[in-house]
Structures are given as structure tokens and as C-alpha cells.
């Protein structure tokens, strides 16, 4: 058996270093062949794919989170190489909403074994989107934290306090969807191939990320408890805090250009959208 790891060495300021021990510890003499490709943040994309085309495998692991999980995907779209994802990361919408382990020896051993999951895959104006995307506050907080030094949790505490105070103000997003026409008034608009973000916090409770439907999410205000509710896995939320609107295509406009991100990754101001679903396009180790 060849496996590639597909190693983000900086995600969630995490030594990787005990966990590479136990992955070859684990293997033994199990693998023929085991890779690393360690991203940098430059070209990764680019020298991945040339380095697939180069190489066959039976596996990739994927050691980070959910940035490093969807430079997996772009490369193994509709391909049948199972991805097994170990969580280490500052996010990891994917690997909470799959219910995947936390713990280190665990994970691997899912990441390892034989059971697998085909999901669907979103394309948003042509991005790639395996989890979450959404356009406003949050956005706005994951651009603050890529900009702040500090990584981890902490370091989304500390860009989340100034951007919730300052970005407070709703506008109007006119959907479209394959079944219908409406205008709503929020302050983020979120878009949903699943149940939670990567905090946990459970905002999308009844979708399903192999049904071939997506969700819409239009929060209407800023609403402290009702967010703690989300945190709590409670599944009742205030009509006035949130609507969900299930879809298998649809196109959104903003008022004014609003901040968007897709699965962790800011993406600048946009004025629109286009979201189309593709259905069980990756197969994921469960």
C-alpha cells in the first residue's frame, strides 16, 4: 500500500512532531510507500496536483484542518482515493461535523481503517466549498484573524471581539433559488454543505452533507443568546435570529459588497454569488 500525508506543519500551532511518531508507529510495515508533502503556503495547489499526476496511491491522509483538508479535495475530486482526515487545526468544521475523533491516536485510526463516506462538494463562483461559506460578520472575523499574529482559538477570541463590535449592521441579499425568489434583511448570510462551523457550533441542524441539498442561512441579527444556543447543540432557534432555506442551486446579490469566506478562507468583498452542488464527489475515511 502507498500513502500520501498531506502535512500542514503550522495549523492550530501544533507540533507535529509526536503525531508523526505515532502515524509510523501505527503503519509499521503495514505501507509500502509513505510520502509527505508539507505545505507552505506557496504554489500548493499547483506542486500537490503535479505531484499526484507523478505518483499513485492507495490513501491520502490529511494532518491539519479545514484549509488543508480542501487542498486535499481539489486535487481528488471524483477520483476513488479515499481521504482520511486527522483534525489539527484551528477549524475543523468537517472533521466535527463527520463526527470524526478528537483525540490524536483515535483519529488515526479512522484515518486508517476501511470505512468510507461519499460527500457533496459546493462550487461557489467556481470555488470549491466542502463545509461552510458565508458572506459578513464572520467573514469580516476570519479576516481579522488572518491578519493578527495569533493563532488558534485564542487568536479568533481576539479578532472576534473587535468585529463583532463593529460590524453590526444588516443589509439586504436577494436569493434566488431553483424554486424561488426573495429578498432578506441579516447580517450574514451563511451557506451550508453542513451541520456546524468549526467552532462546533451547531447552525445547520438538519443538513445532511450527502443529501444533495445545501442550505442557506440567513441571520437576521446579532443575538448573543441565541448563539450561545448554537455552541449548546440546541436545535430550536428564534425565527428572528435565524431562517434556513434548503436548496439545490441558487444565486445571491448584496446590498453593498460584504465580506466572504469559504471554508475558513477569506476571499475578499463580493457583491455576489453562485452556488452549485455537486453530488458525493470525495470519498471520506469515517
Excluded: W
Aim: proline letters at 3%; a neutral charge.
Amino acid at each position: 500500500m502507498a500513502i500520501l500525508l498531506i502535512l500542514n506543519p503550522i495549523s492550530g500551532d501544533i507540533d507535529k512532531s509526536n503525531f508523526l511518531k505515532v502515524l509510523k508507529n501505527k503503519l509499521g510495515k503495514k505501507v509500502n510507500t509513505l510520502n509527505i508533502f508539507k505545505t507552505t503556503g506557496k504554489n500548493d495547489l499547483e506542486l500537490l496536483k503535479q505531484h499526484l499526476q507523478e505518483h499513485t496511491y492507495n490513501k491520502v491522509l490529511v494532518a491539519g484542518g479545514d484549509g488543508t483538508v480542501k487542498l486535499a479535495a481539489e486535487c481528488l475530486l471524483n477520483t476513488s482515493i479515499p481521504i482520511g482526515v486527522i483534525p489539527l487545526g484551528s477549524a475543523n468544521g468537517l472533521a466535527t461535523d463527520l463526527e470524526l475523533p478528537t483525540t490524536l491516536d483515535a483519529s488515526i485510526n479512522v484515518a486508517l481503517g476501511q470505512n468510507t463516506r461519499k460527500i457533496d462538494a459546493l462550487f461557489i463562483n467556481g470555488n470549491l466549498c466542502l463545509h461552510m461559506s458565508d458572506l459578513g460578520i464572520n467573514a469580516a472575523l476570519i479576516k481579522s484573524y488572518e491578519r493578527s499574529s495569533v493563532r488558534g482559538k485564542i487568536g479568533y477570541l481576539f479578532a472576534g471581539i473587535p468585529t463583532l463590535l463593529n460590524n453590526k449592521n444588516p443589509q439586504n441579499f436577494s436569493i434566488e433559488t431553483n424554486e424561488q425568489k426573495l429578498i432578506r434583511h441579516g447580517i450574514m448570510l451563511g451557506i451550508a454543505n453542513s451541520r456546524r462551523y468549526g467552532t462546533g457550533a451547531l447552525v445547520n441542524p438538519e443538513g445532511i452533507i450527502d443529501d444533495g441539498y445545501f442550505e442557506l442561512l440567513i441571520f437576521k441579527e446579532l443575538n448573543i443568546k441565541e448563539i450561545i444556543k448554537t455552541l449548546r447543540d440546541e436545535k430550536s432557534y428564534n425565527s428572528s435570529f435565524l431562517e434556513i432555506i434548503s436548496c439545490q442551486q441558487a444565486k445571491i446579490c448584496c446590498e453593498t459588497p460584504t465580506d466572504f469566506q469559504i471554508d475558513g478562507e477569506y476571499l475578499g468583498k463580493i457583491s455576489s454569488v453562485e452556488i452549485k452542488i455537486e453530488q458525493k464527489a470525495l470519498n471520506i475515511m469515517i
